[in-house]
Nanobody, 127 residues
Framework: VQLVESGGGSVQAGGSLKLSCEAS????????LAWFRQPPGKGREGVAA????????YYADSVRGRFTISRDNAKNTVFLQMNDLKPEDTATYYC??????????????????????WGQGTQVTVS
């Protein structure tokens, strides 16, 4: 299983970025795809998730209304569109996946330790 993130960078407050996570070597039908972030010196926070069985989504309160998780089945890719970025969004962003049940996935009933498959991370800096 390989997850490869891309799309990070540096933007000014109020700007936008779109992160991508391409999956290979893994059938993620009926799985939970999630985005986490880890600010410098802090723990890993889950910010969004999508259950592939029905595309229902979850968002943390800190990003709801600004971030959108989506996927392209044909490309085995999950995206995180981030709008109206704030300095507190600065972090390394990771995608992750595992066979989390539907309700748990889109109710946010999971933590970093729930997921076994992770990407390498991509840095987002907002100034």
């Amino acid at each position: 299983v390989q997850l490869v993130e891309s799309g990070g960078g540096s933007v000014q407050a109020g700007g936008s970025l779109k992160l991508s996570c391409e999956a290979s070597g893994y059938d993620y039908n009926n799985n939970c795809l999630a985005w986490f972030r880890q600010p410098p010196g802090k723990g890993r926070e889950g910010v969004a998730a999508l259950y592939t069985g029905d595309d229902k989504t979850y968002y943390a309160d800190s990003v709801r209304g600004r971030f959108t998780i989506s996927r392209d089945n044909a490309k085995n890719t999950v995206f995180l569109q981030m709008n109206d970025l704030k300095p507190e969004d600065t972090a390394t962003y990771y995608c992750a996946t595992d066979s989390v049940g539907a309700f748990d996935c889109y109710s946010g009933s999971w933590a970093a330790r729930t997921f076994h498959y992770w990407g390498q991370g991509t840095q987002v800096t907002v100034s």
